[in-house]
């Protein structure tokens, strides 16, 4: 699976990622702040969501979704 293996890739990096709710960018865990994703953690939410965030912590993020992009926003 390509979404997993961009998750994973992404948490062997160093990046703290948890599961969204499917096709949202909504936690779908309340306690997303504090988890530690372990990679049996990924394995096991990818059959729940294909939808993963990261924590950003001292980080600038920019998100521009395809949608926006054709719609002439940047």
């Not at 890739?9 to 599961?19: K, M, Q, R, S, W």
Request: hydrophobic residues 40%; contains cysteine.
């Amino acid at each position: 699976m390509r979404e997993m293996n961009a998750v994973l890739e992404l948490l062997n990096n160093g990046y703290y990622v948890h599961p969204l709710v499917d096709g949202g960018k909504e936690p779908l865990l309340n306690n997303w702040p504090s988890i530690r994703a372990t990679e049996t953690d990924v394995r096991s939410w990818i059959f729940q969501t294909g939808n993963f965030g990261i924590i950003c912590e001292n980080m600038a993020v920019v998100d521009i979704d395809e949608k926006d992009v054709a719609r002439g926003f940047y």
